[in-house]
């Protein structure tokens, strides 16, 4: 039910309308959707009662990305203390692009003071966001998580609105997007109260990944019978297959994100 709605928001707020209303009553088992102002209700509701998007994903990891979100934070800093938006796009433009080879200096250096009280609250905005995969990464120099971030539920809005900002987005590779993962619950099933964020490799010039929903013929639920953990069996048209070993083949010892509209799981 939880997924259900966190689902139903992210295709809500495609809509644009000023006031949407979304309720979920769990003890009824039932979610209810109030878009004032809409038009054509029927192809709204034919929209989010829809079949979710399905599609898996290569990604980065914070080590290749690592300089992108140093300097992406440089320039997110510079333009909220106004410097023009103009001079900090070029310098992000201009900067080499490449990796960290001391992440953990950049994991250490989030929280920094400048001698100006608006430099210091305007530092580090970024970064902060970025540092758990940092400092994943640092405590195991041979493991780079699939996750490039981490942030608490009430900070997303504001993260996503930096990295949407030109000036921020300038500085990361061009075919990067960032999407959060759903939900995570702890062992004795309460849901957390942060969310991961991921950088998918996206494909330039196209919106459709390298497989999608429509490669899958069949998917079943089962069970390990020695872990007793949920797995999920696949399969996949000639087509899939083909992609999918290909896919895999270039992805040894790397993640493949699973993404349903959006949300990675």
Sequence with gaps: MNQTYQVLQKRIDKFGVSQPTIDLDENRGIITVELAGAN???RIRKYLQSTANLQFWEVYNIGEIAQ?????????EDYLNGK???????AAVDTTKGKVNDISALAGGAG????SKNATVNKNKLLMA????????????NYMPSYVGAAPITDTSSINEYLAN???????????KFLWGKRERDDKGKLADYLYL???RTIPGQEKARIEGDAITDANQDFDPTTSQVNVTMAMNKAGEREWEKMTGENINRP????LDDIVY
Excluded: G, H, M, R
């Excluded at 023009?84 to 070029?90: E, I, L």
């Excluded at 920094?112 to 001698?115: A, H, I, Q």
């Design 40 to 42: 054509e209700p029927e």
């Design 68 to 76: 992108s979100a140093q300097n992406a934070d440089k320039a997110l």
């Design 84 to 90: 023009t938006s103009a001079d900090t796009v070029k």
């Design 112 to 115: 920094k003071t400048d001698t």
């Design 130 to 141: 970025f540092a758990p995969a940092f400092q994943a990464a640092q405590q195991n120099k």
């Design 166 to 176: 030109p000036v921020v987005a300038a500085n990361f590779p061009a075919n990067c």
């Design 198 to 200: 991921y950088a998918i």
């Design 256 to 259: 493949i994100a699973i993404v």
